[in-house]
């Protein structure tokens, strides 16, 4: 079984729609949590990033982290065709080795 | 662009070669990290150096090696290739080791691999 768990989807919406993306770990010791985006044909990008358990916001997104759950998810609002791309979360224990979910495809059609 | 780069953008060969990767680090990034994208196995960690020192070490082959120069460009070196290495490897660059704290890793555009 793999540390993180992610489902690859593919997933596809509507312009607009509220967009969920979601991974399971096993590690407990896994205290940073990523979200990082990756376009066709390019390196992943860092989109957001949480310290433990909680929330963050930043604009159309928002990460949640369950440690008690050792869940995380991703919500995207109002999402937009640019959001197009695969998602991977990833996951570290003292920063440094990332640890990657398997990416889920979105596409968001107009 | 992250202000990572890696060559070649793609390399083809054939099995039993040896190649090298190449990557050179955001301007003041002390760290280097190797990472393998497959199909299979999705992203996976490699090794990582800090100032020319290996740091961490992942699910890295022993056909694998890589080193860290002065300079803090980084080479990856496989040998005695197989059909199985085709991949992307990517490189990625922060500013210290990460111990102790979170550091962005910036990542550059990868180099695909074909084992023929």
């Known amino acids: 079984q793999k540390e993180v768990e992610q489902d690859p989807g593919p997933l596809s919406v509507p312009e607009g729609a509220i967009v969920s993306l979601n991974c399971t770990y096993s590690?407990?010791?896994?205290?940073?949590f990523m979200w990082y985006r990756q376009y066709s044909r390019k390196g992943p990008e860092l989109l957001m990033y949480?310290?433990?358990?909680g929330n963050k916001e930043d604009g159309r997104f928002t990460a949640q982290v369950d440690k008690s759950s050792k869940y995380i998810s991703l919500f995207i609002r109002d999402s937009q065709p640019s959001d197009s791309a695969t998602y991977l979360c990833?996951?570290?224990?003292?920063?440094?080795?990332?640890?990657f979910g398997q990416g889920t495809i979105l596409t968001v059609h107009p | 662009d992250s202000g990572v780069t890696q060559t070649p953008k793609h390399l083809i060969t054939a099995t039993g070669q040896r190649v090298t990767l190449r990557c050179s680090p955001r301007?003041?990034?002390?760290?280097v990290y190797w990472y393998q994208q497959s199909l299979d196995q999705g992203l996976q960690f490699l090794i990582q150096y800090y100032n020319g020192e290996e740091r961490a070490k992942g699910n890295i082959l022993e056909r694998f090696s890589a080193q860290q120069f002065p300079d803090l460009h980084s080479e990856l070196n496989l040998s005695s290739l197989e059909l199985g290495d085709s991949a992307l490897y990517f490189c990625?660059?922060?500013?210290?080791?990460?111990?102790?704290?979170?550091?962005?890793?910036?990542f550059g555009p990868g180099t695909r691999l074909t084992v023929l």
């Open positions: 990833a996951m570290s224990a003292s920063y440094g080795k990332l640890t």
């Open positions: 590690n407990s010791a896994f205290q940073y």
């Open positions: 949480t310290y433990s358990s």
């Open positions: 990625a660059s922060s500013v210290v080791s990460g111990v102790g704290g979170f550091n962005t890793q910036y």
């Open positions: 301007s003041g990034d002390l760290s």
